[in-house]
């Protein structure tokens, strides 16, 4: 059984559990092991250049956004806009980033989308990782750093990256 069928198999079973209310929690160590298998995303653009991030962002200056097969199935064929109104369940989204164009990775930021997980925030599980799968921002936080500016206007179901790139 590979990890995202382990992962829908936990929170189905918590879906189906008596205590809805609760909701499964994907803890940093599986969202971080979901994020390391890359030959299984699409890069947006469908590119694996750097992109130099356009306005603020807190994500450095260059990008590398890849996203899983539910949400790329969302996009558009040439993995550069969301053709749905909403990107589905179980999608997650890995941004790279990168000081300079080419450079060394510096960090992950992951927004992997479980509306019923306890510590998810507007429906998605945030958290930003170091190269190593050092945690630097929790999923236990649930968004509560990011889902300001994610819920900006122009954003797709609290996705930015397609105003900047």
């Not at 559990?17 to 803890?27: A, D, H, L, N, R």
């Not at 040439?78 to 890995?94: G, M, N, Q």
Request: with cysteine.
């Amino acid at each position: 059984m590979n990890r995202i069928t382990k992962i829908t198999l936990i929170i189905f079973l918590a879906a189906c559990s008596s205590k809805k209310e609760e909701g499964v929690i994907i803890s940093d160590a599986t969202l971080f092991d979901l994020t390391q298998p890359v030959s299984s995303f699409t890069y947006l653009k469908k590119s694996l250049d750097t992109l130099p991030v356009a306005g603020n962002s807190p994500h450095g200056g260059y990008v590398r956004v890849r996203f899983n097969q539910k949400a790329i199935s969302a996009m558009n064929d040439s993995a550069t806009r969301l053709s749905k109104t909403f990107f589905p369940d179980e999608s997650l989204i890995v941004k790279e980033v990168y000081g300079t164009s080419g450079g060394q990775l510096l960090e992950y930021s992951v927004m992997y989308k479980v509306p019923g997980a306890a510590n998810s925030g507007s429906g998605w599980v945030w958290a930003e990782y170091l190269p190593d799968g050092t945690t630097e921002y929790s999923a236990g936080n649930k968004g509560g750093e990011c889902i300001s500016c994610h819920s900006a206007s122009g954003n797709y179901d609290l996705v930015q990256i397609f105003r900047f790139h």
